[in-house]
């Protein structure tokens, strides 16, 4: 396993309802990434937070947003929940600058929209 | 922009046997990494295999190695003596080399199932 953890493990939420993730990351990673896994489809890029700025995103409406804290944790929010935002939401964390661009990522979190 | 592409939605292989997963991908860019990721049932994405698309060497690790064809854009994934510990999804990703907003392209993965 890596040392990435995430919660709540599953969550159920309403239409027009807002949600938040959360990501602990690995010990000396500095940076975290959050993806979106639809039902049989590949993840999904959301956005990277690096020194808690968002530093990368991907194709998410702006109802999509995060945070990362001081000590490199992290937070997924979604507003105004759509039935479509029902998926797997995955973060992983890496270390920038190391060299070696790889990501540990976390078990997930299963998001039901109803 | 970068596409990653698995044709395979489901392979099975014989426990003991070989099996081999296919990616393609397109870009244009020179220099990039290339990854599989494996993930069980228990959701957990697991970092399988990495290779550089400047080292011509294929990587190996243990039973998982890779056909890495840079010219075809191509990037296969070989499972020698399979156990059933390895049916789970398969994913393909690229990276963008000194990719520093490390956005990872997935493909949309290969369901192995391992029969004993």
């Known amino acids: 396993e890596t040392g990435v953890t995430q919660s709540p493990t599953h969550l159920i939420k309403t239409r027009g309802q807002q949600v938040t993730l959360r990501c602990s990351s690995q010990?000396?990673?500095?940076?975290v990434s959050w993806y979106q896994q639809a039902l049989g489809q590949g993840p999904q890029f959301i956005f990277q937070?690096?020194?808690?700025?968002?530093?990368g995103r991907g194709n998410f409406p702006p109802r999509f947003s995060g945070l990362q804290f001081p000590n490199y944790s992290s937070e997924l929010n979604v507003n105004a929940l759509e039935l479509d935002d029902s998926a797997l939401y995955l973060c992983?964390?890496?270390?920038?600058?190391?060299?070696?661009?790889?990501?540990?990522f976390g078990p997930g979190t299963r998001l039901t929209v109803t | 922009a970068q596409t990653v592409t698995q044709s395979q939605p489901e392979m099975s292989v014989q426990e003991a046997e070989t099996v081999t997963l296919s990616c393609t991908y397109d870009?244009?860019?020179?220099?990039?990494?290339l990854f599989w990721y494996k993930q069980p049932p228990s959701r957990q994405m697991i970092l399988v295999i990495r290779?550089?698309?400047?080292?011509?060497q294929n990587a190996t690790e243990n039973r998982f190695s890779v056909n890495f064809q840079k010219a075809a854009k191509s990037f296969s994934l070989k499972i020698s003596d399979s156990q059933l510990g390895d049916a789970a999804m398969y994913f393909c990703?690229?990276?963008?080399?000194?990719?520093?907003?490390?956005?990872?392209?997935f493909g949309k993965g290969t369901k192995l199932s391992v029969k004993p």
């Open positions: 937070y690096y020194r808690e700025e968002e530093n």
């Open positions: 290779q550089e698309a400047y080292k011509q």
């Open positions: 992983a964390s890496k270390s920038l600058g190391g060299g070696i661009h790889e990501q540990y």
């Open positions: 990703a690229y990276l963008t080399y000194g990719g520093s907003q490390g956005n990872l392209i």
């Open positions: 870009t244009s860019e020179s220099d990039y990494y």
């Open positions: 010990s000396g990673h500095n940076t």
